[in-house]
């Protein structure tokens, strides 16, 4: 799997009330919680047009507080490619794997500025910064993990793996 | 005590970092995240819920409905309930603040493993369950499988000595412990509290300690299974078997507290790591134009009875807006039965139906630009309570009622805090 694209860059704890506030939740509607994306983070972000295609970059527990999926729900149908940081906080974390977004935790995130492009390559797992001509390991998740991001997120995976008497016929 | 637990359900010794598939006792949500795990649900295909039995959904964060889309939100989350003969859906005049209902109606319980799509699910822990918060596809998960994937934890030993002084409680000790460890010191890990001080902390004040684990990044915060927890337990029909850690237990690292040294705690503007003692916050003359009590953190009968000792026969501050929110229709009903409520309506505060409301900003009490309150919550992000210019001061229901009488925030007098519950 292979990600490239432009780098917004966030600073350190960017918590989820700042990534889709409260006041926009009485939906769970994906494009609608996209346009509303980082809004109090950076005013305006989702509803800006080279926001699709983009990477974030942040610091430290990117997505801390509250448990809400419309968070990464927000990032993932604003159509940002993937989210790297130097951590996650652990349910922002697991609900990127649960919906298939994905995410990459590397220590020098510093060294990537706004505007950059970056490229990143899960299979060898490195990561480049095309316009400094850098070069980074990234951490690369445990063989449970990669199945089910491999599956496309954890429904794909327990629907097919454990359940599948649950779901309709026509959808096996 | 998080092996023991993780062990017993998965039948066999399991270790720190294992990836484990296993059956939850309990799966939570709420107004705003179990509609998304419906649509996840009905999306792939799902019919049936593998157990309705196991299953919980709360309407509070936006109850009673705050506007259409909330109205649509929670009609959602009814009929699924309906349709799938969930039993254990609350709705308005049921409901109450999911963490605080979910223990006192005995619905969680010692030994539990529970997950719930709400970050505060961590709050059973208090009663030594192992319960954490993760979103909705977790919960749609468990409507297809009865089952979700757990990462064994590292484990942060918080070991007590001593008991709080007059006028401090859980809150104090949460948000000390926060402001020691940041508010990634414990992500990934989970917090066990140990040593003699955890007989000196009150049930009500466990489920303030546990319900903040997750403001450390905590995946739970748990509690030993003593006298205290059992006697819990058998008012609700349990036996359960007590739970501690044995000694020799593989931590992360270890923190010593002595409960008689905290003072009670103010987290500032805008993390919950922001703690400092009131004696130094004071200082400050902070003026306030809000003050709200409740929440799954202090929605409790213990921190209803706190904030009317305080406030008794007193007038809140010319200014200021405090606003009460007990957690549970039975806290509501126990509350009015003391005699609390004419303390809290004489005094000039604003006495609420259960809800999460103002605590995420959602209603009941939103702040406009630029303005400042003192609250019992969780959480002091940017924007969390209205106006993104807005400030929110962290507290406990003592702290946050002392200064909804002075308009400032302020510690209690010496009088008013020899009127509080002994051993708080």
């Not at chain 1, 990464?72 to 990127?96: D, E, H, L, M, T």
């Not at chain 2, 909705?136 to 001593?162: C, H, Q, R, Y």
């Not at chain 2, 990634?184 to 001080?197: K, L, R, T």
């Not at chain 2, 003359?285 to 406030?311: F, H, K, P, W, Y």
Request: proline share 4%; hydrophobic share 40%; aromatic share 8%.
């Amino acid at each position: 799997m292979l990600r490239e694209g432009l780098v917004f860059k966030f600073g350190d704890h960017v918590n989820t009330d700042e990534i889709i506030p409260a006041r926009y939740l009485s939906t769970s509607d994906p494009e609608e919680l996209a346009l509303n994306c980082m809004e109090d983070a950076r005013p305006g972000f989702g509803r800006r047009e080279d926001v699709r295609g983009s990477i974030l970059v942040a610091g430290e527990n990117f997505g801390c507080g509250s448990s809400r999926e419309h968070a990464p729900i927000s990032i993932k149908a604003a159509g940002i490619q993937c989210v790297v940081a130097r951590s996650f906080a652990r349910i922002f974390f697991r609900n990127c794997i649960n919906i298939g977004l994905p995410i990459v935790e590397m220590d020098r995130v510093e060294e990537i500025e706004e505007g950059q492009r970056i490229r990143i390559d899960f299979t060898s797992g490195r990561l480049h910064n095309l316009d400094r001509k850098t070069d980074y390991s990234i951490n690369t998740y445990p063989e449970f993990l990669q199945q089910i991001i491999q599956s496309g997120g954890w429904l794909s995976y327990a629907t097919a793996n454990i359940a599948p008497e649950r779901v309709f016929e026509e959808r096996r | 005590m998080t092996e023991k637990i993780f062990s017993s359900k998965a039948g066999r010794d399991v270790r720190q970092g294992e990836y484990l598939l296993l059956e939850v006792d309990i799966a939570l949500g709420n107004d705003i995240t179990a509609p998304v795990a419906i649509r996840e649900f009905e999306k792939f295909g799902g019919r049936q819920v593998c157990n309705p039995e196991q299953i919980v959904l709360v309407a509070d964060h936006f109850t009673p409905n705050k506007d259409i889309q909330s109205a649509q939100q929670v009609k959602m989350v009814r009929d699924f309930a309906l349709a799938q003969k969930i039993e254990n859906f609350f709705d308005v005049g049921r409901m109450g603040i999911e963490h605080v209902l979910l223990p006192e109606q005995g619905l969680v319980k010692s030994g539990d493993l529970v997950l719930g799509a709400d970050s505060h699910t961590c709050t059973y822990g208090a009663l030594g369950a192992f319960s954490t918060g993760v979103g909705s596809t977790d919960l749609a998960g468990v409507f297809f499988t009865g089952k979700a994937w757990f990462k064994v934890p590292e484990v942060i030993n918080v070991s007590l000595t001593g008991k709080f002084a007059p006028g401090v409680s859980g809150k104090d000790l949460i948000l000390y412990l926060i402001s020691l460890i940041g508010v990634d010191g414990a992500n990934y890990q989970a917090i066990e509290f140990s040593g003699p001080g955890t007989a000196a902390v009150s049930m009500d004040s466990r489920f303030t300690v546990s319900n903040m684990a997750i403001e450390a990044g905590g995946k739970a915060g748990i509690f030993p299974v003593d006298e205290l927890t059992q006697r819990y337990e058998k008012e609700r029909g349990f036996t359960v078997d007590a739970l501690e850690p044995d000694e020799g237990a593989l931590y992360s690292r270890t923190i010593e507290i002595d409960l008689g040294s905290l003072e009670p705690m103010v987290a500032r503007p805008f993390l919950p790591s922001n703690g400092a003692g009131i004696s130094e916050v004071e200082k400050e003359e902070i003026r306030i134009d809000q003050v709200v009590i409740g929440s799954c953190t202090n929605g409790r009968i213990e921190d209803m009875r706190n904030a009317a000792a305080i406030l008794e026969g007193k007038k809140i501050a010319r200014g200021v807006r405090c606003i009460i929110l007990p957690g549970s229709q039975q806290v509501y009903l126990q509350a009015m039965r003391e005699g609390l409520f004419e303390i809290f309506v004489e005094s000039g505060c604003a006495v609420s139906t259960p809800t999460c409301g103002p605590c995420l900003g959602g209603h009941m009490g939103i702040l406009a630009d630029g303005e400042v309150a003192v609250s019992t919550t969780n959480r002091n992000f940017v924007g969390r309570m209205g106006h993104a210019a807005s400030s929110l001061y962290l507290a406990s229901p003592v702290i946050a009622a002392a200064s909804a009488l002075s308009g400032k925030i302020s510690g209690p007098e010496q009088a008013e805090l020899e009127k509080l519950t002994p051993g708080v």
